[in-house]
């Protein structure tokens, strides 16, 4: 749990003020002390609740067998990340060069040939029609007339 008793009785007593005063603006001393006993322990207990919930959050545990924690041991599981991928560097450097001298007009060595990708640019047919002027007004006034 995190902290102490001192939190759950200072919750408790800022729960005491606001429902002893809230109740007071509308009810006699006594009723408002009732009242404000109950927001005291009501807040209390809800500290408690808030206390044990972030203890169990911040506090990695490590199930044995049985499913209980044991007290001994803590799992550090996510606290660092280990992750190896595999070495690309060659091939990504060879595909920078021959990149770098196809942009400068270099020709490249006649051992090296190029694979096939199977990559064709999209080439959409066009859809722009030309029409005459005169039968795309008489369209427009058709349109216009209904």
Not at 9 to 32: D, E, K, P
Not at 34 to 59: C, E, K, M, N, T
Not at 60 to 88: C, F, M
């Amino acid at each position: 749990m995190i902290g102490n008793y001192r939190i759950n009785l200072g919750a408790g007593i800022v729960g005491f003020v606001l429902t002893f005063f809230v109740a007071f603006s509308s009810n006699v001393l006594m009723t408002s002390l009732i009242r404000g006993l109950i927001g005291f322990a009501a807040w209390y207990v809800l500290a408690y609740g808030l206390r044990w919930g972030l203890g169990i959050l911040f506090s990695p545990h490590v199930e044995n067998g049985s499913g209980y924690a044991s007290e001994g041991t803590q799992d550090l599981r996510g606290s660092q990340v280990d992750i190896k991928l595999e070495d690309d560097g060659q091939e990504l450097n060879d595909l920078l060069k021959n990149g770098q001298s196809d942009s400068a007009g270099a020709n490249h060595p006649p051992s090296e040939t190029k694979a096939p990708t199977g990559f064709a640019p999209l080439d959409p047919p066009k859809l722009v029609r030309t029409k005459d002027p005169e039968e795309l007004a008489q369209a427009v006034r058709h349109l216009t007339d209904k």
